[in-house]
C-alpha cells in the first residue's frame, strides 16, 4: 500500500509538474501577442492627402484606431472602471468577491454582472474563445490574466483594453466606436457620451444608442449615478451631460456597419487608389486589416472644388438636354408625323400609316414605366405575387436603361505638370458602389474632338512644312482614304473661313485646315507624335487606338481624359514626359516605408535620360504659345471669363495674370463636349457625354459651351494664393515675329487688317514682306487665292480707279504657267495651299 500510494503521488507530482511546465511555455510563446508593443489587431489602412489629411479608410470587418492611454481623457477612464472594474488598480488580475458575486448569480438565476475583471476580460479575448461557457475557459482565462498582471502596469493593460474590445457595428476600441456613434475622437468626448460608450463593452448589440435608444438611455444613466457616487463627477455635471447629449441626438440616424458608415472625402480617387493598391500589394498584404497609411497626390482643396463645378455643369448639361430633347420630340411631332400620314395615305403605305399608333403606343409605354410600375411593384410585394415582381422588375430595368442611355455624364482630372501629381479626380455624376465605379476620367474610352488637334500640330511644327503663320485654305474639300474611300469634313454650323493662318486655325477649331496639316505631315508622324505624348508604347495599343484615317485628325478616337491630360502636360513642362501618380509612399503600421512609388518613378524617370524629352522645349513653347491663343481670343475666351479668371492678387494687393493655354473639342456629332487646358502649375481635362453610343448634346452644349466654363472655373479656385508663374522659354531656338493677320508674312506699311505676334522655332520665321496689302498685288480672288504681277509674262498694271488688274494683250496665250500652279497643292514660291482648280478660269 505504501509503494502504491508513494507511486501514485509520484505520478501526480509529475502531472502537475508537466501542466504546469506546458502552461508555462504556452505563456511565454504567447509573450510577443500580449507585449503591446508588437500587438497586431486589425486595422485599417489609412488613405491621406498630400497635405496629411485623411481622404478615407479601407477595412473590412473590423475598424479600428489604435491611441494611447494618455490621448483619452480622464472622465472616459473613470466610466470605463465604475462600469466595468472599480477596484482595477487594486487586484491583482482577479477579484475573489466578484468572482463569488457572478457564482451567487449563477445559482440563484440572478444578474449580478459577470465577475471577470477588465484583465480577465483581456487575457480571454486574446487567449480563449469567451463565446464557451465553461469552467476549463475561466480557468485559463484567469491562468493568462494572472500573467499579463506580472509582465505588464495596470495602464498597458488597461490601454490594450480600451483599444481592442468590440464596441459596436464593426468597430473596435474607443477611438473608432467614439467616431462611428458621436462623429468626432475619443479625445473630444463629453462625460454623456463616455457612459454610453462604455455600456457597450458588456452588450454593443443591445444597448447599441442607435438601435435601442431608450434601453441606452436607462444603462447610460446608470453608469454616470456611479460615476457619481464613486465621486468621478458630480451630480451637477452629470445632468448637464446627459440633458445635452439627448436634447440634439439624432433619432433618424440608422445602425449600419462601420465599413458603410465610413466618411470619404473623395471616393472616385479613393475607389482609383484602392485599385493601384490591388497592382503593388504582394504575398499576404491585406489592406483591409493590416493597417497601411498610404500617402497619396491627391490635394482635398482641388477635389472640392472640381465636385462642385463638375456637379453644377451635369446639372446645366442635363437640364438644357432634358429641355432640347423635349423640343426636338414636339418639333417632329408637330412638323413630320401629319406629313408622314399624309404620304402613307397618299401612297397606301400602311406600314407607316401607323406612326400616330406607335407614337400613343411609345407614351403609354413610357408611362406605365414611370408611374403604374412603381405601384404594381409594392402591390406585388405585398401581395407575395412572385411573377407580377418579376414583371417589374424588368419594367424598372427598362426605366434605368431608359435613363442610363438619356444621362449626361462627365469626368474630370487634373494633373500637376512638374511631378505628375494626380490632384483630383472626378470620375462620373455621383459614385455608387453598386451602380456608378466606373472611373471614366481613368477608364472611359471616349472621342476627345477637337482637342486631339495639338496632338499632331506640334509634330507639324517640327516638319518644318508648317509655321505658326503658315497660310491655310479653309474650303470645302474632298480627302481620299488609304483604301481610297472619300472622306468630307464640315466645320462647325457649316461655316468656311476662307484663307486662315495655321494657328488660327488651331485657335478656331477649324476642321479642314486641320486634316490639311495631317494630310501635309503623313499618318506616321502623327500618330508617333500623339502615341509619345499620351505615353502609349505599346504598338498594338497604338495600331486600335489611332487607325489611320482621315477621320482620326478630328479626335474620332477612344482615349481617356487621363491620357489627354498627360499629353498636354508635356506642353506645359518644357516637353519632358509626365507620368501621372497617384500613390506616393506606402507604410506599415509602425511607420516603416514599405513602398515609395514615387522614388520608383522618378528613378525611371531618370533611367531615361534624354528619352524623357518627348518634344524639344522649343516646341513645347512654341505649342503652348499657340494654344494661349485659344484662351485669348479662341474657343476658351469665354470659359477663362475673357481672361478675369486667371487675374489674381498678391500679398501686397498688386494683380497679376497668371498664363493659360487650352484646347476644346467637341465631336462632330456633339456627342461629346471637352476642354484641355493648362498653366504653368497644372493641367485639367474634362469631358461631358453619355456612356453609350448615338445621343447628341446638341448645338447649345458644346467643348466652349459646357466644358470651358466648367475649367474655367476650377482653374480659377486651385490656383488661389499661388505666387506668378510664367511659361519657361528656352533661353535659344525661339523668336518672335509680328505678323500680318491676313497673309501671315511681314507686315508693310499697307496692311490694314491687323498684325498678331507669333512665337516660331528659330529659321522658320517669315522672312518676306506681306504680298496681299502691298502696292503689287495683281489679283484677289473670292477664294482668296493671291496673285502677284510678278506670276504673269505679259507684264501687268493695277487701275487706280477700282484696283483691278489691267491685264495686257495676249497674257492667256500661254497657260502653261497657270496650269502648272494648278497641279501643285502648294505653290512653291508662296508656300500658299492651292485649291484643285485655276481660279481666273473659274
Not at 473639342?665 to 493648362?678: E, K, L, M, P, R
Not at 480659377?716 to 505666387?723: E, N, S, V
Request: aromatic share 12%; glycine share 8%.
Amino acid at each position: 500500500m505504501i509503494r502504491i500510494l508513494a507511486g501514485f503521488v509520484m505520478l501526480l507530482i509529475v502531472v502537475i509538474g508537466v501542466s504546469v511546465g506546458l502552461a508555462l511555455a504556452e505563456t511565454v510563446n504567447m509573450r510577443n501577442q500580449e507585449n503591446f508593443q508588437e500587438f497586431s489587431p486589425a486595422l485599417p489602412t489609412k488613405i491621406l492627402d498630400r497635405h496629411g489629411v485623411l481622404i478615407t479608410e479601407f477595412s473590412a470587418d473590423e475598424k479600428r484606431e489604435l491611441v494611447p492611454l494618455s490621448f483619452l481623457p480622464q472622465h472616459l477612464i473613470n466610466a470605463t472602471l465604475a462600469r466595468e472594474d472599480p477596484e482595477f488598480y487594486r487586484h491583482r488580475g482577479f477579484s475573489i468577491r466578484g468572482i463569488a458575486r457572478a457564482l451567487y448569480g449563477q445559482i440563484t438565476g440572478q444578474n449580478l454582472g459577470g465577475g471577470s475583471t477588465i484583465t480577465q476580460q483581456v487575457a480571454g479575448t486574446l487567449y480563449t474563445d469567451r463565446t464557451e461557457y465553461s469552467l476549463r475557459r475561466k480557468i485559463w482565462e484567469l491562468w493568462y490574466a494572472i500573467q499579463m498582471e506580472r509582465r505588464y502596469t495596470k495602464n498597458e493593460i488597461l490601454e490594450i483594453y480600451l483599444n481592442y474590445m468590440y464596441m459596436g457595428p464593426g468597430v473596435y476600441g474607443v477611438e473608432a466606436a467614439s467616431k462611428y456613434f458621436f462623429n468626432h475622437s475619443a479625445k473630444d468626448i463629453t462625460l454623456a457620451e463616455s457612459a454610453l460608450l462604455v455600456i457597450q463593452l458588456s452588450s454593443p448589440a443591445k444597448y447599441n444608442p442607435l438601435d435601442n435608444p431608450n434601453v441606452a438611455m436607462e444603462r447610460q444613466r446608470a453608469v454616470l449615478d456611479k460615476m457619481i457616487a464613486l465621486g468621478y463627477a458630480t451630480k451637477e455635471e452629470a445632468d448637464a451631460s446627459f440633458r445635452e447629449y439627448w436634447d440634439n441626438y439624432d433619432y433618424t440616424r440608422q445602425s449600419v456597419a462601420a465599413y458603410y458608415h465610413r466618411e470619404d472625402k473623395a471616393p472616385w480617387f479613393s475607389e482609383y487608389v484602392r485599385r493601384e493598391l490591388d497592382g503593388m500589394m504582394y504575398g499576404t498584404m491585406d489592406y483591409y486589416r493590416d493597417g497601411y497609411t498610404v500617402l497619396t497626390s491627391l490635394d482635398l482643396a482641388h477635389q472640392e472644388a472640381a465636385e462642385k463645378y463638375m456637379a453644377q455643369g451635369l446639372e446645366k448639361a442635363n437640364k438644357v438636354y432634358n429641355a432640347s430633347r423635349g423640343n426636338r420630340f414636339v418639333y417632329a411631332e408637330r412638323t413630320f408625323f401629319p406629313i408622314v400620314n399624309l404620304l402613307s395615305v397618299f401612297f397606301d403605305m400602311g406600314g407607316i400609316y401607323g406612326t400616330a399608333a406607335a407614337r400613343n403606343e411609345a407614351q403609354a409605354m413610357n408611362r406605365y414605366t414611370k408611374t403604374i410600375n412603381p405601384l404594381v411593384d409594392m402591390a406585388a410585394v405585398f401581395f407575395d405575387l412572385d411573377d407580377l415582381k418579376t414583371l417589374t422588375s424588368k419594367g424598372f430595368a427598362d426605366l434605368k436603361d431608359q435613363a442610363d442611355q438619356n444621362l449626361v455624364e462627365g469626368s474630370l482630372v487634373c494633373i500637376e505638370n512638374e511631378t505628375g501629381y494626380i490632384t483630383a479626380i472626378v470620375g462620373g455624376s455621383k459614385y455608387d458602389a453598386a451602380t456608378n465605379q466606373l472611373i471614366r476620367a481613368t477608364q472611359g474610352r471616349l472621342m476627345p474632338g477637337s482637342s486631339f488637334k495639338p496632338l499632331y500640330y506640334s509634330a507639324a511644327l517640327d516638319t518644318r512644312k508648317f509655321t505658326p503663320s503658315t497660310l491655310i485654305y479653309d474650303i470645302p474639300i474632298v480627302f481620299h482614304n488609304e483604301d481610297g474611300t472619300p472622306y468630307i469634313p464640315l466645320n462647325f454650323r457649316g461655316e468656311w473661313k476662307g484663307s486662315v493662318l495655321f494657328y488660327d486655325a488651331l485657335a478656331q477649331s477649324m476642321n479642314v485646315p486641320s486634316l490639311k496639316v495631317l494630310d501635309g505631315i503623313g499618318f506616321d508622324v502623327a500618330i508617333n507624335r500623339a502615341a509619345s505624348l499620351m505615353g502609349i508604347t505599346d504598338p498594338d495599343v497604338i495600331r486600335r487606338t489611332f487607325p489611320r484615317v482621315y477621320p482620326m485628325g478630328l479626335g474620332i478616337i477612344s482615349v481617356a481624359p487621363i491620357q489627354m491630360a498627360r499629353a498636354f502636360a508635356v506642353f506645359a513642362n518644357q516637353g519632358r514626359a509626365v507620368t501621372p501618380l497617384a500613390i506616393r509612399v506606402i507604410e506599415d503600421r509602425n511607420g516603416k516605408v514599405l513602398i515609395d512609388n514615387e522614388r520608383a518613378v522618378r528613378l525611371a524617370q531618370q533611367e531615361k535620360g534624354k528619352d524623357i524629352q518627348i518634344i524639344s522645349p522649343q516646341n513645347a513653347y512654341v505649342m503652348t504659345s499657340l494654344l494661349r491663343k485659344t484662351v485669348e481670343a479662341g474657343t476658351l475666351r469665354s470659359g477663362s471669363g475673357y481672361g478675369s479668371k486667371f487675374v489674381f492678387k498678391d500679398e501686397n494687393g498688386e494683380a497679376f495674370r497668371i498664363p493659360a493655354a487650352g484646347k476644346t473639342g467637341t465631336t462632330q456629332n456633339w456627342s461629346d463636349a471637352w476642354t484641355v487646358g493648362f498653366t504653368p502649375y497644372y493641367t485639367t481635362a474634362i469631358w461631358f457625354g453619355f456612356d453609350r453610343p448615338g445621343n447628341s448634346l446638341g448645338l447649345d452644349l458644346t467643348g466652349a459651351t459646357l466644358a470651358g466654363p466648367v475649367w474655367g472655373d476650377f482653374m480659377r479656385d486651385i490656383h488661389q494664393g499661388l505666387a506668378k508663374k510664367d511659361f519657361v522659354r528656352p533661353v535659344t531656338g525661339v523668336v518672335d515675329v509680328t505678323v500680318c493677320a491676313r497673309s501671315g508674312l511681314i507686315p508693310t506699311e499697307s496692311c490694314n487688317e491687323g498684325t498678331v505676334t507669333l512665337s516660331f522655332l528659330s529659321g522658320t520665321q517669315p522672312d518676306r514682306y506681306c504680298d496681299i496689302h502691298s502696292t503689287d498685288t495683281l489679283f484677289t480672288g473670292i477664294t482668296g487665292n493671291r496673285m502677284s504681277a510678278g506670276m504673269f509674262s505679259g507684264g501687268a498694271t493695277i487701275d487706280a480707279d477700282n484696283g483691278l488688274p489691267s491685264l495686257p494683250a495676249g497674257l492667256f496665250d500661254d497657260m502653261s504657267l497657270f496650269n502648272e500652279a494648278a497641279e501643285e497643292e502648294t505653290d512653291p514660291d508662296y508656300g500658299l495651299d492651292m485649291p484643285d482648280y485655276n481660279p481666273l478660269l473659274d
